[in-house]
């Protein structure tokens, strides 16, 4: 009877070790973009698969990633200059874009259900686009921020079957 608990224990052992080693070879990383324009990246909010199609939990994202922050301290971006979008650590044929008006509390004001700017055309893994004036900019002078519009760029991309999204916050001005 010892022997066969002896012999239980270290097959047992034996399945765990197996079991770890296998765990550790396949590690997933979340993926990564970089967010760019003239030279300059800009920070990255990440919303991964999970949370990125509900506007209450884009606009939480927008509010955690505030704290501490000023609106104003955000980067000033012309409408018309290129921003360049890099994906990291994955690999992808299309982004989708999409630029919303936000309020200083975070909250998005535009319309949430817009069409997205689709990307298609990927460059040794850039992709690039110009960041454009909201057509009814004025009627969002309320929310502006010294008379710069706060723009959440929120870009989704699908990798793996999944939909994962990222976004930046930049201060729309005319040159």
Do not use: W
């Not at 909201?134 to 793996?160: A, P, Q």
């Amino acid at each position: 009877m010892k022997r066969f608990k002896n012999s239980f224990i270290m097959i047992s052992l034996l399945l765990i070790l197996l079991v770890l080693a296998s765990c550790q070879n396949s590690m997933i990383q979340e993926p990564a973009i970089k967010i760019s324009y003239d030279s300059n990246e800009l920070k990255v909010i990440h919303y991964f698969n999970r949370n990125n199609k509900e506007k209450e939990d884009i606009e939480e994202g927008i509010k955690d990633f505030m704290v501490g922050k000023r609106f104003i301290d955000l980067p000033m971006i012309d409408f018309g200059e290129k921003i360049e979008i890099e994906a990291l650590n994955f690999e992808t044929t299309e982004f989708e874009v999409y630029d919303y008006i936000v309020d200083e509390r975070g909250n998005i004001v535009s319309d949430y259900d817009i069409n997205p700017l689709i990307l298609t055309s990927v460059e040794d893994g850039n992709t690039e686009f110009m960041f454009e004036k909201i057509e009814d900019l004025e009627r969002y002078y309320d929310y502006m921020v010294e008379e710069k519009s706060i723009h959440c760029l929120l870009i989704r991309s699908k990798i793996n079957k999944s939909s994962y999204a990222f976004a930046t916050l930049v201060l729309g001005q005319s040159k």
